[in-house]
């Protein structure tokens, strides 16, 4: 579902806030670009600005739903607890 978008102009540009992300764009055209994009598929563009902050060391990649053994560590055997 889309997020509450609010666009504010600045001396250099425009502040985008979609959602609880905030945006910079120097370049109107691309803003709406990117709206209309967001209105057609808000799931593929919101997944594309997050790979970006990804990429730019700015939130960490989601947590794989599962982990291996070795991932885990080694648990020991069960035989050794007691009651």
């Known amino acids: 579902m889309p997020q509450e978008l609010r666009i ?6 425009f502040i985008v806030v979609a959602g609880c992300q905030t945006l910079v764009y120097d370049n109107p055209d691309k803003i709406i670009t990117d709206f209309a994009e967001w209105v057609r598929n808000p799931n593929q563009i919101e997944g594309r600005f997050g790979k970006l902050m990804e990429v730019k060391g700015l939130r960490n990649s989601p947590p794989e739903l599962y982990a291996t053994a070795t991932e885990c560590g080694d648990l020991g055997s069960v035989a050794g607890l007691r009651r």
């Open 8 to 13: 504010t102009p600045v001396l250099n540009g």
